[in-house]
């Protein structure tokens, strides 16, 4: 309403100002004198100015008529589009003026204004595959999804725009939740342009999602191909997708083709923890020891694991435990400074019950580095040295509020997995799980927590000081070492006092 005001004050000022200026041309004296064909022509200064507008106005017909004519003597010579582009030259220039303001209104965020000039441009340029596309991006930043999707519908149609118009329609079922429409419109869009970055990654991505390995494999060839994906990245991603395809054929009972797949993934990422012990695992279902030994030392070396422990244990099931305690003198030197070296030597002397040894190989992990396993052990030895339950219970108490430790944490949302997975459980992300220690481990404990270890020893501990017949009475001959999963290797019963250090440490786990 002010805009109008203002535009009919601006005009009632202009006819104000041409009145004033004629009148005062009126009252001046003077003016312009003309000599044609011997007669003389003198004009007032009035006349004078409309005489020039009128001269312009002549000059600028006569040059569109000179372009007429141009024009038509293309048509004559030929040129059959001569004479309509004489006349569309004006259409063409109005219509690219609207096109360019729509796409400025869609760069500002104006989504309205630029359908409209979308709209405008349209019905000068008759070029829909310029107009169509501002119209559906406009569609979609004013929330009208109907609009943005007729419009790519409509680009499909047309084979210049078929990819633009298929990718539109994708992304918007991306944003509905609808995967499986989706997938088969990035398969569509991939077929249409297979070097597009974009379309890979969504490929890639939902084809993960869906478990099509073999798909998933044949896109990240691609990419490798298209030069979209470093050729390291290409290796890791390759061995991840094998595994994941080792895997599902081991579930449908094919577990020959199985080995393969895992040996393949293994030797594409040698350091990829789950490809090595499912490759290991195939060795030694095929009763080749020494292969599986060579593949759990090379990850072992690399990064060492609680799950490669676990394999590397599996290799020989039924020995003692100092049998087994020697056994992985060749694993353990690999990496004997490792946190994870010191925590596997303390269980194997614990299954062993050499619990000296055991506190010596932890070391001081207790108190610079604790988590729940650390304090566990703890625990498992304290029980063994024959300690009372205070100290036992106050271990494991302690263990109840520490850090869990290393786990399978996704990288991008940061959610933990208790087992590794391809893809994330929580955002859908592929490759993304690595072991390390999850922020939320890090929180600090409710408020009076750290009392607890002293008040469960206040309630529990009913003596001084245990008697000299609970002394510790080393068995004559150990059991055997028994896998229960892979963070405990081949822990043993400890003596008769209390509960065996196997039992402390599958009640730290709870």
Same mark, same amino acid.
């Given at each position: 309403?002010?805009?109008?005001?203002?535009?009919?004050?601006?005009?009632?000022?202009?006819?104000?100002?041409?009145?004033?200026?004629?009148?005062?041309?009126?009252?001046?004296?003077?003016?312009?004198?003309?000599?044609?064909?011997?007669?003389?022509?003198?004009?007032?200064?009035?006349?004078?100015?409309?005489?020039?507008?009128?001269?312009?106005?002549?000059?600028?017909?006569?040059?569109?008529?000179?372009?007429?004519?141009?024009?038509?003597?293309?048509?004559?010579?030929?040129?059959?589009?001569?004479?309509?582009?004489?006349?569309?030259?004006?259409?063409?220039?109005?219509?690219?003026?609207?096109?360019?303001?729509?796409?400025?209104?869609?760069?500002?965020?104006?989504?309205?204004?630029?359908?409209?000039?979308?709209?405008?441009?349209?019905?000068?340029?008759?070029?829909?595959?310029?107009?169509?596309?501002?119209?559906?991006?406009?569609?979609?930043?004013?929330?009208?999804?109907?609009?943005?999707?007729?419009?790519?519908?409509?680009?499909?149609?047309?084979?210049?725009?078929?990819?633009?118009?298929?990718?539109?329609?994708?992304?918007?079922?991306?944003?509905?939740?609808?995967?499986?429409?989706?997938?088969?419109?990035?398969?569509?869009?991939?077929?249409?342009?297979?070097?597009?970055?974009?379309?890979?990654?969504?490929?890639?991505?939902?084809?993960?999602?869906?478990?099509?390995?073999?798909?998933?494999?044949?896109?990240?060839?691609?990419?490798?191909?298209?030069?979209?994906?470093?050729?390291?990245?290409?290796?890791?991603?390759?061995?991840?997708?094998?595994?994941?395809?080792?895997?599902?054929?081991?579930?449908?009972?094919?577990?020959?083709?199985?080995?393969?797949?895992?040996?393949?993934?293994?030797?594409?990422?040698?350091?990829?923890?789950?490809?090595?012990?499912?490759?290991?695992?195939?060795?030694?279902?095929?009763?080749?020891?020494?292969?599986?030994?060579?593949?759990?030392?090379?990850?072992?070396?690399?990064? %060492?694991? %609680?799950?490669?422990?676990?394999?590397?244990?599996?290799?020989?099931?039924?020995?003692?435990?100092?049998?087994?305690?020697?056994?992985?003198?060749?694993?353990?030197?690999?990496?004997?400074?490792?946190?994870?070296?010191?925590?596997?030597?303390?269980?194997?002397?614990?299954?062993?019950?050499?619990?000296?040894?055991?506190?010596?190989?932890?070391?001081?992990?207790?108190?610079?580095?604790?988590?729940?396993?650390?304090?566990?052990?703890?625990?498992?030895?304290?029980?063994?040295?024959?300690?009372?339950?205070?100290?036992?219970?106050?271990?494991?108490?302690?263990?109840?509020?520490?850090?869990?430790?290393?786990?399978?944490?996704?990288?991008?949302?940061?959610?933990?997995?208790?087992?590794?997975?391809?893809?994330?459980?929580?955002?859908?992300?592929?490759?993304?799980?690595?072991?390390?220690?999850?922020?939320?481990?890090?929180?600090?404990?409710?408020?009076?927590?750290?009392?607890?270890?002293?008040?469960?020893?206040?309630?529990?501990?009913?003596?001084?000081?245990?008697?000299?017949?609970?002394?510790?009475?080393?068995?004559?001959?150990?059991?055997?070492?028994?896998?229960?999963?892979?963070?405990?290797?081949?822990?043993?019963?400890? %003596?008769?006092?209390?509960?065996?250090?196997?039992?402390?440490?599958?009640?730290?786990?709870?």
């Amino acid at each position: 309403m002010l805009w109008s005001l203002i535009k009919i004050l601006i005009f009632v000022a202009i006819v104000a100002a041409l009145t004033l200026g004629a009148g005062y041309l009126l009252e001046t004296d003077g003016g312009i004198q003309i000599t044609a064909g011997g007669e003389e022509y003198t004009l007032g200064p009035l006349q004078s100015v409309i005489g020039a507008l009128l001269v312009i106005l002549a000059v600028w017909v006569l040059l569109k008529l000179f372009s007429l004519l141009i024009a038509t003597l293309r048509f004559l010579n030929g040129d059959e589009t001569a004479i309509s582009r004489y006349f569309d030259r004006n259409r063409e220039r109005k219509g690219f003026q609207a096109l360019s303001e729509g796409m400025m209104a869609l760069a500002s965020g104006e989504g309205r204004l630029a359908m409209a000039k979308a709209s405008k441009a349209e019905r000068y340029l008759q070029k829909p595959e310029l107009t169509d596309l501002i119209t559906a991006q406009a569609a979609e930043m004013s929330g009208d999804r109907a609009k943005a999707e007729q419009v790519y519908k409509k680009l499909i149609q047309n084979d210049a725009t078929r990819f633009v118009g298929v990718r539109g329609i994708m992304k918007q079922k991306l944003a509905a939740g609808e995967t499986d429409v989706a997938l088969k419109l990035a398969e569509r869009a991939f077929a249409i342009k297979p070097q597009h970055e974009e379309t890979q990654d969504v490929l890639l991505q939902l084809q993960a999602q869906k478990e099509d390995w073999s798909g998933a494999r044949k896109t990240l060839n691609a990419k490798l191909k298209s030069g979209t994906m470093p050729r390291d990245v290409h290796k890791r991603r390759d061995a991840v997708l094998a595994l994941s395809e080792a895997r599902d054929v081991l579930e449908e009972g094919k577990t020959i083709d199985a080995r393969v797949a895992a040996i393949e993934a293994n030797r594409l990422s040698p350091d990829l923890i789950p490809a090595a012990v499912l490759a290991a695992q195939g060795y030694i279902e095929q009763g080749k020891p020494r292969y599986a030994v060579r593949v759990l030392k090379k990850v072992w070396e690399v990064r %060492p694991h %609680p799950e490669v422990a676990g394999a590397f244990a599996a290799i020989v099931p039924d020995e003692t435990p100092q049998e087994r305690l020697k056994r992985f003198q060749q694993l353990v030197k690999l990496q004997p400074d490792h946190r994870e070296t010191k925590l596997l030597m303390a269980e194997l002397n614990i299954a062993a019950e050499d619990f000296p040894a055991a506190r010596r190989a932890l070391g001081n992990l207790h108190e610079i580095d604790a988590d729940a396993r650390v304090l566990t052990i703890m625990a498992a030895i304290e029980r063994g040295e024959g300690a009372s339950d205070t100290v036992v219970k106050g271990w494991l108490a302690k263990a109840v509020t520490a850090p869990r430790g290393p786990q399978w944490v996704c990288d991008n949302c940061h959610s933990i997995h208790t087992n590794w997975a391809p893809v994330c459980a929580n955002c859908q992300s592929f490759d993304t799980l690595s072991w390390t220690v999850p922020h939320e481990s890090q929180m600090a404990a409710p408020t009076g927590v750290g009392m607890l270890p002293l008040i469960v020893g206040a309630l529990d501990d009913k003596t001084e000081e245990p008697p000299e017949a609970d002394v510790i009475e080393t068995p004559a001959e150990p059991e055997e070492a028994e896998i229960v999963e892979p963070e405990s290797v081949g822990v043993q019963p400890g %003596p008769e006092t209390g509960a065996p250090p196997s039992e402390v440490l599958e009640e730290g786990r709870r």
